[in-house]
């Protein structure tokens, strides 16, 4: 099965700041990744597919990019409803087989 | 409205099963496949398995495999998560999920209000 690391695992920053979070794979999935936001009591809600196609609906604050191994998940400018916890997926649809990052939980200073 | 609605809560004793359902609004379709992912307390989500909806094969995570089933019934646009054998660990909210991806990619684009399954002696 394929792992996927991400980091970091918390993170706090101010509102107006750009924030990165990052996610490995153990093995090369090209661009088989999407990202989502869960806030507390929530189900997840999809942000980005294909590690970079924004979802319809979603602010363009935020972005997704990578391909292989490593992608990167950004929000431009942090705003207070962005307190979340954000999650990295992977697929493969042949076998199906689906592996979530660890998640990043998000607070704002 | 466009929605998937699970069943409530369950409360069950160790080596028991659970049955939740999660039924498609007529606006959600068309449906190819649907997941289903867990999330203990306060932990990750952990993918389970899909169940296509046109043909009605399935697929679990290794981890399950002998103990999961995921029907659908069409006359109902329901589907069902069936855990048997069940230990404390499978504690977690239960959450199904529409795959709205194309042909060849994923993407869990709806989701239903999750499904709370405790497990206590």
């Known amino acids: 099965d394929i792992q996927m690391t991400q980091s970091p695992s918390s993170l706090s920053a101010s509102v107006g700041d750009r924030v990165t979070i990052t996610c490995q794979a153990s093995h090369d999935i090209s661009t088989s990744l999407n990202w989502y936001q869960q806030k507390p009591g929530r189900a997840p809600k999809l942000l980005i597919y294909?590690?970079?196609n924004l979802e319809t609906g979603v602010p363009s604050r935020f972005s997704g990019s990578g391909s292989g191994t490593e992608f990167t998940f950004t929000i431009s400018s942090l705003q207070p409803e962005d307190v979340a916890k954000y999650y990295c997926q992977q697929y493969d649809m042949l076998p199906p087989s689906i592996t979530f990052g660890q998640g990043t939980r998000l607070e704002i200073k | 409205q466009v929605q998937l609605v699970q069943s409530g809560a369950e409360v069950k004793r160790p080596g028991a099963s659970v049955k939740i359902s999660c039924k498609a609004s007529?606006?959600?379709?068309?449906?190819?496949?649907i997941h289903w992912v867990r999330q203990a307390p306060g932990q990750g989500l952990e993918w389970l398995g899909v169940i296509n909806l046109g043909g009605g094969s399935d697929f679990y995570a290794q981890r399950f495999r002998g103990r999961l089933t995921v029907t659908w019934d069409t006359s109902t646009s329901t589907v069902y998560l069936d855990l048997s054998r069940l230990r404390f660990d499978d504690t977690a909210i239960y959450f199904c999920a529409r795959d709205g991806g194309s042909v060849g990619a994923s993407k869990f684009d709806l989701w239903g209000q999750g499904s709370l399954v405790t497990v206590s002696s």
């Open positions: 007529k606006d959600s379709f068309p449906i190819y496949y």
């Open positions: 294909e590690a970079s």
